[in-house]
């Protein structure tokens, strides 16, 4: 009777150490917790609901460009040409310089750098450009055709060395792409003041 209870609890340890030993060395499985991430290659929001469309070439422009956006908390876009304009372009005693021939010729549109504008993220658009022969540079005629404008407030502000606004911003809103809500422009000096610059989009409901 004691060899048979002996053999009994024999088998029992064997069998024991066997069923623990089946489970040893398996990996112990964790449910993948890591979070996926995904890049957002979307353009950054506007800070803004208006965009300062600007091109410049001598500088004047530009700083009214900045002048503007700073008074009135809007974000910048450069207006860049795909051939960068010199100074020598802009000889208008030359009358083959670059600006003089494009200027004679209303169907000139020089090509654009990019077409990266963000013009669909905001509700007013203003162009800064300076006056060359009495109109907008080529650029801008450009741009306007380049991008849907339809339901966008937009106007045109300007520098010049000598020519008033004449009828650039009739032009401009002539060529826009889409039905835009066009606002009288005005020149202005490069460095218009801040009580200037406010006091005129403050009359235009900016």
Known sequence: MKKILLLCVSLLVVLGIMGCGSDKGKAEVKPDTTSK???DTSAPA???KILVAYFSVTGNSKQLAENTAKTLGADL???RPAKPYTKDDLNYNDESTRATVEQKNDSVRPELADNKAPISNYETIILVHPIWWGQAPRIMDTFVESYDFTGK???NICTSGGSDIGTSGDYLQKLTKG???WKPGKLFTKDASEAEINS????LGF
Do not use: C
């Open 153 to 155: 407030n937009m106007t």
């Open 200 to 203: 005129w989009f403050k009359a």
């Open 179 to 181: 039905k835009a809500n």
């Open 37 to 39: 991430v995904t890049t």
């Open 46 to 48: 506007a800070k803004s």
């Open 77 to 79: 876009y450069e207006i």
